[in-house]
T-cell receptor, first 113, second 112 residues
């Protein structure tokens, strides 16, 4: 296992289109987190899963955003009707227990034109 | 809302110099983590500090957690160009939200 992987690395989409990102955590990690990072800022928490259960969602996660982790392994983050303000780096992280050691993927860079 | 303030926001120094960056909050954290991030990549965990007053060393990097667990510092000795990057601190509260709260980071440039 080489760590957390995210796909795609880059995505350019037109405003109004839907996009879906995938995150594969480290295999024995039961916690999975999504963050968003805009240029010059630190990552902002979006949501997290304990196995397949989504336990917390940030106010940043509008109703256009949905995340799933159907079998407690990989996770997807979907953004519907994308807006230019959604342009950001979307980061996924996983940990074995509650934030003892959290490891991030390389992120998906989304550009909405 | 728990906020982490990092300072300075930007720092550019010459190779071989020493530097310290700070991470401050009015909130108490059960633990605090430092990450380093390069452009276009995800943050890479450097260290986790848990105990108030704890000091951890990672080669030329020294991390300290404040006694009250509200602040932390990162000291780099004899900085090298490879230390260039965005240094982020992130805190975990003892209760409530389980997501890490990140500071905005310190952009560090080490010039050869």
């Amino acid at each position: 296992d080489t760590g957390v992987s995210q796909d795609p690395r880059h995505k350019i989409t037109k405003r109004g289109q839907n996009v879906t990102f995938r995150c594969d955590p480290i295999s024995e990690h039961n916690r999975l987190y999504w963050y968003r990072q805009t240029l010059g800022q630190g990552p902002e928490f979006l949501t997290y899963f304990q196995n397949e259960a989504q336990l917390e969602k940030s106010r940043l996660l509008s109703d256009r955003f949905s995340a799933e982790r159907p079998k407690g392994s990989f996770s997807t983050l979907e953004i519907q009707r994308t807006e230019q303000g959604d342009s950001a780096m979307y980061l996924c992280a996983s940990s074995q227990e509650r934030w003892t050691e959290a490891f991030f993927g390389q992120g998906t860079r989304l550009t909405v034109v | 809302t728990q906020l982490l303030e990092q300072s300075p926001q930007f720092l550019s120094i010459q190779e071989g110099e020493n530097l310290t960056v700070y991470c401050n909050s009015s909130s108490v954290f059960s633990s605090l983590q430092w990450y380093r991030q390069e452009p276009g990549e995800g943050p890479v965990l450097l260290v986790t500090v848990v105990t108030g007053g704890e000091v951890k060393k990672l080669k030329r990097l020294t991390f300290q957690f404040g006694d009250a667990r509200k602040d932390s510092s990162l000291h780099i000795t004899a900085a090298q160009p490879g230390d260039t990057g965005l240094y982020l601190c992130a805190g975990i509260s003892g209760g409530g939200a389980d997501g890490l709260t990140f500071g905005k980071g310190t952009h560090l440039i080490i010039q050869p």
